[in-house]
């Protein structure tokens, strides 16, 4: 029995590495976007990439090297970080109650991790059920993010000079992130949340430091929420 | 205050949001609106990253923009008929540079 659920876990491992590696197209060239903005920066290059292990997430990295690389005052760049990241507690609340159960250490690793790949693949994981395993899957998934992800700003910064701007590699995120939602839009609510959410976005583009895309994440929600209880 | 001290407030600041609702939610049930909304919540901040990246890439030009929305419009047909976002790439990005090669 010990052996079968020992196999078990292993598979769950397995396949999470495998989930986190199906990121890894999208992640390490935005990674190294992430990367040439250190280097272009005046900032010290060691700091830049320090906050790829302390913020977990490309705009909020990029929103505050160039903070700092502008000399705004510290309270602003928190500011601006706490508006960027606003959407993590989204994300936090929606996996809150599949941690429940597990100890502090794992709430708090699997906290750290939270990030959109993350979500999408916990998401994923958790709706198939049997908690334990689905655990397992995502600190295996979130570990390869992890160190794609740091890997990946570090060669930005070393190498970002000699990469050609013809690559278009700032344009694979909005791709990628596109790709990802297309298969799930399945239902008239889920298909009302991505539209309404991205043209919120849009409407919303010129509040400071990217709050408008709580504000749009919220309404597209919200919008769904309301079509599917209506269904009903 | 130096710029070491900045980025570690930052990310006492960062982990502080993803732990949050942790903490806010440790017992009893949660709301039930979380339930209701959490199949949304990913489509919908997706969908709202990349529209305010589209949106930005606008602003800088028909010329900057079109070769985007061609790879995104090919990724988001592709990921729906084989189901895989990596695959799509593989067709969006040689659409991204072929349109940009084309547009002025």
Redo the contacts between chains.
Sequence with gaps: MATTMSETHTSDVREGVRAGLGWIPALAPYGFVVGITVEASTIPALVGWATGPLLLGGSAQIALIQLLDAGAAPVLALLAILAVNARLVLYGAVLAGRWRDTSIGFRALAAYFVVEPTFAIASDRYAGGESRGAHHHYLAASGVIWLAWQLAIGAGIVLGGVVPAALGLGAIVPIFLVADVAPRLRSAPTIAAAGVAGAVAVLTRGLPHHSGLVIAIAAGVAVAVAIGEGRR | ?S?????????A???G??????V????GE?PT??G??????????????????????ASQGVSAVA??LA??AV??????RV????T??LY??PT??LV?AIVP
């Design positions: 205050v710029v070491w001290a900045v980025v570690l407030a930052a990310g600041v960062t982990f949001l993803r732990v949050l609702p942790l806010l939610l440790r017992s949660p609106w979380i209701r909304s959490a199949g949304y919540v990913l489509p919908a901040a997706f969908s709202a990253l990349a529209a305010s990246s589209l949106a930005a890439t070769p985007v790879a995104v990724a988001a047909i592709a990921a729906r189901g895989s976002s990596t799509a790439l969006a990005m991204l540079w940009a």
